[in-house]
């Protein structure tokens, strides 16, 4: 049962244009949501995070954007980087579940120059 | 680098044979956590120990065993290997107990192979 889909594998962007992935979730009870980035042969690791109280949480040139009553998240890069080229998973969890994470399949992203 | 060591990198085996991985929080982190990634699918929480006592279950298989140890390490067992069991395991470790949000660090991840 995927609670958490990420229906693009993958993207492909312009350097310096805007990159936006999109995450579903299903779970009405997930309440934080965040998004980790991982380079081959790493971990993932934290990029950013919104809780529900919030539609829209900013990091520099990442953006994340929220909106409960479709159950969908996104995430923006602005502008893309070189270095922006990896895979991002987005995740959710219920703020009691401990550290309980649900992950989606995650969307490779390919920066072109 | 996340301060979070997993050990070993690689692991190859056969089926039917039992292994174990190992993982070091970073320093402070009360929290462990163990997800799986098979090929082409998100991470799957295996399981979570906060400060020695299991405090959260995933779909964790019962052929699978994690312990977390006094000085805060994790190790989980895997036993009686199948085809299917090959898949990245990654271990992740955060301050609290990851409600609310908090972020996990993880490691670099042990590839099993299962042949």
């Known amino acids: 049962d995927q609670q958490v889909k990420q229906n693009s594998p993958s993207l492909s962007v312009q350097e310096g244009r805007i990159s936006i992935l999109n995450c579903d979730y299903t779970?009405?009870?997930?309440?934080?949501f965040l998004w980790y980035k991982k380079y081959p042969a790493e971990g993932p690791t934290f990029l950013i995070s919104?809780?529900?109280?919030?539609d829209k949480n900013e990091d520099g040139r990442f953006t994340v954007f929220l909106n409960k009553s479709a159950k969908h998240l996104s995430l923006h890069i602005v502008p893309s980087q070189p270095g922006d080229s990896a895979v991002y998973f987005c995740a959710a969890s219920a703020g009691d579940s401990w550290g309980k994470l649900q992950f989606g399949a995650g969307t490779q992203v390919v920066v072109t120059p | 680098d996340s301060g979070v060591t997993q050990t070993p990198k690689h692991l190859i085996t056969a089926t039917g044979q039992r292994v174990t991985l190992r993982c070091s929080p970073r320093s402070g982190d009360l929290s462990v956590y163990w997800y799986q990634q098979s090929l082409d699918q998100g991470l799957q929480f295996l399981i979570q120990?906060?400060?020695?006592?299991?405090?959260a279950k995933g779909n964790i298989l019962e052929r699978f065993s994690a312990q977390q140890f006094p000085d805060l390490h994790s190790e989980l067992n895997l036993s009686s290997l199948e085809l299917g069991d090959s898949a990245l395991y990654f271990c992740?470790?955060?301050?609290?107990?990851?409600?609310?949000?908090?972020?996990?660090?993880f490691g670099s991840g042990t590839q099993l192979s299962v042949l």
């Open positions: 120990y906060y400060n020695g006592e299991e405090r």
């Open positions: 919104i809780s529900s109280i919030k």
């Open positions: 779970n009405s009870m997930f309440d934080y």
């Open positions: 992740a470790s955060s301050v609290g107990t990851g409600a609310l949000g908090e972020k996990l660090f």
